[in-house]
């Protein structure tokens, strides 16, 4: 899914799409993906995590393999912002964060944080690979070989999930039935507190801020007079922090609480889009690094601390449900994002005031989670 920036250039240089044009597919992508968090939640809790992640396998398997005969637009739109998407939110975080807020308690803001690392690990891998892939290949056939590869997991992954009503040991397990004991939250409870629209708020502006910047990273510093190649490598090492990042934000807001661990990593992801502020051509090699390394830093990691705090104030069976609601900021937030990104460079010729922009909504997302300290209210 993370590939989608290296196809972007593939689409452009194909189809001579402009840059808003060729953001549709994945803007629509994340609002799909928010639309729907609620409905994967819902069926998670209902029928497990197996099917979940069967059903998310062979959607994707389906989407990549429609993707290598795609001739136009709407077939994008459709394989990569609906079928793939619905596919990868069944084996996303909806799916996947109440099985292990339910596994560990003491630790979850820890546990959390090693599942969303793995996000971090395949955004690392996922551009230079996809390059080296439409270099070699094309992209038709690139897009061929990622659907073979995920047909061939689908079916061990999904069985090393548990049945439907099975409830794993864990270390922490008598602490969870204590947790779980207190209250049992439901959705409709949930939202009538002012804590649900706030971690609403926190999902919706730090994906505007990301995704502001995220998609385009590669066209833009291809603009600038990078090689592709090595400007993906580059992006792509930046990226492989996330798994560091993202483990010891979320191990540390066990410590420190959420909020002061959320607004460390606002802080960092600050100084990465202020560095390719600076950035002004191809021979600024230092700042292309700082910039890859600060944003790859803390790609994600803002992650275990929403979701530990959603699993700290709303624990229950109905936990995927309420998440899969507050995902919906982050599906609208990275939509907005991706596509108002290429549309400022369309109507600029830069993406400056996108990136001005992306440091806004971060502002934004640490005052709304700083928030989130004062004591639950209806």
């Known amino acids: 899914m993370h590939a989608y920036t290296v196809f972007l250039l593939a689409f452009i240089e194909e189809f001579h799409w402009g840059r808003a044009e060729s953001s549709v597919a994945y803007s629509v992508g994340q609002l799909v993906g928010g639309a729907c968090s609620p409905l994967v939640g819902g069926l998670a809790d209902r029928v497990g995590s197996r099917r979940m992640v069967l059903l998310g396998g062979c959607l994707l398997t389906l989407g990549l393999l429609g993707s290598a005969f795609a001739t136009t637009l709407w077939h994008i739109v459709l394989l990569y912002g609906v079928v793939m998407t619905f596919g990868a939110t069944c084996i996303g975080l909806v799916v996947l964060v109440p099985l292990v807020s339910r596994l560990f308690t003491a630790q979850r803001g820890m546990a959390i944080s090693i599942l969303q690392s793995a996000n971090g690990f395949g955004r690392a891998v996922s551009a230079p690979v996809a390059q080296i892939l439409v270099d070699g290949l094309g992209w038709r056939s690139a897009y061929l ?99 560091p990042g993202v483990i010891l934000t979320g191990t540390i807001s066990d410590y420190i609480g959420r909020e002061r661990a959320a607004l460390l990593a606002y802080g960092i992801s600050i100084v990465g889009v202020a560095c390719a502020l600076l950035i002004d051509g191809p021979d600024q090699h230092l700042l292309l690094w700082l910039h890859a390394c600060f944003f790859g830093l803390t790609w994600g990691a803002r992650g275990p601390a929403i979701t530990a705090k959603t699993a700290d104030l709303f624990p229950g069976p109905r936990l995927g449900t309420i998440l899969g609601v507050i995902t919906i900021g982050s599906g609208l937030g990275a939509a907005i994002g991706s596509w108002a990104a290429g549309l400022l460079f369309d109507l600029t010729g830069s993406y400056r005031l996108a990136f001005i922009l992306s440091i806004a909504a971060y502002v934004g997302g640490s005052i709304a989670f700083w928030a989130l300290r004062r004591p639950m209210g209806r």
């Open 145 to 243: 070989l990622q659907a073979g590869t995920m047909a061939l997991l689908v079916l061990p992954l999904a069985a090393m999930f548990p049945r439907a009503g099975a409830t794993p040991s864990a270390p922490d397990a008598p602490a969870t039935a204590a947790a779980t004991a207190a209250r049992q939250w439901t959705l409709a409870e949930a939202a009538r507190t002012r804590h649900f629209w706030l971690l609403l708020l926190v999902y919706m502006f730090t994906s505007i801020g990301s995704f502001l910047v995220s998609l385009h990273q590669l066209a833009f510093a291809v603009g600038q007079g990078f090689e592709p190649l090595y400007a993906a490598t580059v992006l792509g090492m930046g990226s492989f922090l996330a798994l």
